[in-house]
């Protein structure tokens, strides 16, 4: 697992995909409400077996309108993987959040505002 600097709590495990809009507005308790932001499935697949899935937290404007929230996004060759990076990637250039915070942050959150 690699490591990130928190200003909170110092060294610190890190959630991957947390974009970086995302990422900042937790660390300043930003975040309130499951609505507040979006939850991507993305599902990897080998020919018909999974290999595994990753979720991927973004704000909900971060979100392009090809991808259709609340349905997972699978990826069945290295050219969904691509467009997927094309989409999205971006965001998550310099992202990533300090487990503990993610995790205090994702304890408080109310499901309606
Ligand atoms: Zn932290």
Do not use: Q, W
Not at 16 to 27: Q, T
Not at 63 to 90: A, C, F, Q, W, Y
């Amino acid at each position: 697992m690699s490591l990130i600097k928190c200003k909170v709590h110092g060294e610190s495990g890190v959630v991957p995909y947390v974009s970086k809009k995302l990422s900042d507005k937790i660390a300043i308790g930003g975040i309130h409400s499951f609505k507040d932001f979006t939850v991507l499935n993305v599902v990897f697949y080998d020919g018909d077996d999974i290999l595994g899935s990753d979720k991927y937290y973004l704000l909900n404007d971060e979100v392009p309108s090809e991808i259709i929230k609340n349905k997972p996004i699978l990826i069945h060759t290295d050219e969904d993987e691509v467009n997927l990076n094309t989409l999205i990637g971006r965001s998550f250039l310099g992202g990533g959040c300090c487990v503990k915070c993610f995790n205090n942050c994702v304890k408080n959150l109310t499901c309606s505002k």
